[in-house]
């Protein structure tokens, strides 16, 4: 199960997620800078080289869940998911977001739901690939979670965006330690 919370606040944002660690899957290294095309950019690494989340030197983050909701498919040729991230982490603002995700071979990605945070645009946009159709959605710059699980998507968001809204009214709420 991996869990994405954004919360923005007045000197930027705060972005926390946790990666589903099963046992078969292989560690992942921990984030380190490196560069994604021009851009300075920090990201934990998966032994596939790809990842989950990262940051890149303009402040723009993009961070990927699975989209277990959605059957998987079979593929002739499928690639990592986590390909997606480390070529998103080049760009730095939302423009240039849409371009580089036009450009991805999405037939060979299986579902999922990508998230990519801009501050000097205020803006949250949320890639949706169901296997047959790209959505891009705007979202407001305002406190948002993604929650993905291969046991039981739907149940996991019930509960967890339950406890999300509950938390967010904490008086800590969004600060490093709350998140």
């Known amino acids: 199960m991996c869990t994405v919370t954004f919360w923005p606040n007045t000197n930027g944002y705060r972005l ?12 992942a290294s921990p984030p380190e800078v490196r560069r994604a095309g021009t851009r300075a950019a920090i990201w934990p690494m998966d032994p596939a080289g790809g990842t989950w989340v990262g940051l890149n030197d303009a402040g723009a983050a993009f961070a990927l869940v699975n989209w277990y909701s959605v059957p998987s498919l079979p593929l002739p040729a499928p690639i990592t998911r986590g390909l997606v991230v480390t070529r998103l982490l080049a760009v730095g603002d939302p423009d240039e977001a849409v371009v580089e995700v036009s450009r991805l071979p999405l037939e060979s990605l299986q579902p999922f739901r990508l998230a990519g945070i801009f501050p000097d645009a205020r803006t949250v946009v949320e890639w949706r690939w169901n296997g047959a159709r790209l959505e891009r959605l705007e979202l407001p710059w305002s406190p948002c979670q993604w929650i993905s699980s291969g046991l039981d998507e739907p149940i996991a968001q019930r509960i967890r965006g339950a406890t999300f809204g509950q938390r967010s009214k904490d008086p800590d709420a969004g600060s490093a330690d709350w998140l």
């Open 16 to 27: 926390g997620m946790n990666r589903d660690e099963k046992h078969a899957r292989p560690k």
